[in-house]
DNA sequence: CTCGCTGCAAAGTTTTTGCACTTTA
DNA sequence: TAAAGTGCAAAAACTTTGCAGCGAG
């Protein structure tokens, strides 16, 4: 049977992110400033593979000249565009980004009981999303699945929903 | 191969409808008010497979006595935990709801050109799930997949994103 | 007659925008 | 130095809530 796979964040290396990044900024004559600099590496910094906007803005609270949360909504728009960061929709109303960088493909598993993410990647899943598009007329682009549920640590404190 | 399939919305009784939420409302001592009433009604009347609060709320903006936003809200979650809607929050802002009764468990294909809504279930990729799941040590207890792409109609326009 | 429900408007959350000023290329 | 970016505060978009009166059981 193919595994699915959990994986850690490979060590991440912030020049190549920085290259991809000056790459796309130069090809959309965009700039690269200190501030989306500054992001960048507080992204790294927090290490945590999901964060959300807010928690960014938290980063900076402390720090001045401070970077604005106007600033990092805008910059997290433009390294999604750069492919850099991967933008998801969990059940809450607010985004959640992590880096897509050196990362494969993934979907999500959720624990309803304590916000836990793990990641999965299932080869015959991925074959049959594409399956059912196409016998449906429709041309893949991106799809996001998320299995909700109760992990094992929660099960084992005997939470059952 | 297992066949994906699409499905209309099967003709909804009102009466079967009304009983599952007043059973779920005495159970809970809550009461089924007139506007709880007209909700419902007007979510048959409208005969969308998915709409938002909003366009509820827009139902009876020309109507008085008006039934408020507020309350529309309210009883969409009454509803949800009721389980007579679904909710889903596709890529927006903001919250879908179909009617759950009647309809077995689908997911769902979304066209990125025009916003149409295919339904579609494949028995293969529940087992899957179910297997991701179990073999990551979760106990699943529900999931949402989207798969996002072109419809055949966009593509047949020359849309390609 | 007691809770739960309603309408309204106000407040909450998350994200976006207008504008004068600053910075990158 | 021109075009893009920034900070700030205000606005937007969607949803929730406080409260005083209303209505279902």
Chains 1, 2 share one sequence.
């Not at 991440?12 to 600099?37: A, H, M, P, V, Y």
């Not at 927090?46 to 604005?68: C, G, I």
Request: glycine share 6%.
């Amino acid at each position: 049977m193919a595994r699915s796979t959990i994986r850690k964040a490979p060590e991440i290396d912030i020049d190549g992110l920085l290259g991809k990044f000056e790459t796309f900024l130069q090809k959309k004559s965009l700039k690269l400033t200190s501030q989306r600099r500054q992001i960048l590496e507080k992204i790294l910094e927090m290490d945590k593979t999901h964060f959300t906007a807010d928690d960014l803005v938290d980063q900076f609270r402390n720090q001045r000249p401070r970077v604005s949360k106007a600033t990092v909504y805008r910059s997290l728009s433009v390294m999604v565009e750069a492919d850099i960061l991967e933008e998801h929709q969990f059940g809450d109303s607010y985004k959640v980004y992590e880096l897509s960088e050196g990362r494969p493909h993934h979907d999500h598993l959720i624990c309803t009981s304590c916000g836990k993410i793990l990641e999965f990647f299932n080869a015959d899943m991925e074959k049959l999303q594409d399956k059912v598009a196409s016998s449906n007329g429709f041309h893949p682009t991106h799809h996001s699945q998320k299995i909700f549920g109760i992990c094992a640590a929660c099960w084992g404190k005997g939470v059952r929903s």
